[in-house]
T-cell receptor, first 117, second 112 residues
Framework: GAVVSQHPSWVICKSGTSVKIECRSLDFQATTMFWYRQFPKQSLMLMATSNEGSKATYEQGVEKDKFLINHASLTLSTLTVTSAHPEDSSFYIC?????????????FGPGTRLTVT | GNSVTQMEGPVTLSEEAFLTINCTYTATGYPSLFWYVQYPGEGLQLLLKATKADDKGSNKGFEATYRKETTSFHLEKGSVQVSDSAVYFCARKNSGNTPLVFGKGTRLSVIA
């Protein structure tokens, strides 16, 4: 089946530093990838939609200069949290969309837990 | 707007009990409806889905029927197991290149 990986699975960083999270579709090509943020005991909040080769579309209230998204290829999207602060601590989940086999499916990565100290 | 409302948890059941997790959606457009499951320490996995009214999605003993008249997509299982303990998310998706919109999730704990 389709597999989406994220790296790292968890990261601790100091306030003010930047952190990059990678999302890869391992066995399929994804023209669209989504980045979500999940707070404890809360739902997934869509942050942005990333299309390969174009700028990401950010949801209302999400700072595009703080959460930099790059979708460099059909199998890789990255989210960089710039100048991280403790309130950015959260669980970040990516999702990759594929139309392979005539289906429209969205597969999720295992998530990356970010802790900013 | 597009939203999904599901019952708040946590839900605690004994093994072999009947499970219902309610989910309703706003009647905007003709969405596809989904249930995702998140086991401890893992990513979301698609459990089942339905793409049009009266469709029934089923998987691993779980079922949900797309009810347009009540804008609902309740998840049911006749006999839960300890291994079903997880967080369950109801979600909707409009047609086209649009993202999934999730409910807040319901944590299920099944005790032996």
């Amino acid at each position: 089946g389709a597999v989406v990986s994220q790296h790292p699975s968890w990261v601790i960083c100091k306030s003010g530093t930047s952190v990059k999270i990678e999302c890869r579709s391992l066995d399929f090509q994804a023209t669209t990838m989504f980045w979500y943020r999940q707070f404890p005991k809360q739902s997934l909040m869509l942050m942005a939609t990333s299309n390969e080769g174009s700028k990401a579309t950010y949801e209302q209230g999400v700072e595009k200069d703080k959460f930099l998204i790059n979708h460099a290829s059909l199998t890789l999207s990255t989210l960089t949290v710039t100048s991280a602060h403790p309130e950015d601590s959260s669980f970040y989940i990516c999702s990759a969309r594929t139309f392979a086999g005539g289906l429209d499916e969205q597969y999720f990565g295992p998530g990356t837990r970010l802790t900013v100290t | 707007g597009n939203s999904v409302t599901q019952m708040e948890g946590p839900v605690t059941l004994s093994e072999e009990a009947f499970l219902t997790i309610n989910c309703t959606y706003t009647a905007t457009g003709y969405p596809s409806l989904f249930w995702y499951v998140q086991y401890p320490g893992e990513g979301l996995q698609l459990l089942l889905k339905a793409t049009k009214a009266d469709d029934k999605g089923s998987n691993k003993g779980f079922e949900a029927t797309y009810r347009k008249e009540t804008t609902s997509f309740h998840l049911e299982k006749g006999s839960v197991q300890v291994s079903d303990s997880a967080v369950y998310f109801c979600a909707r998706k409009n047609s086209g290149n649009t993202p999934l919109v999730f409910g807040k999730g319901t944590r299920l704990s099944v005790i032996a």
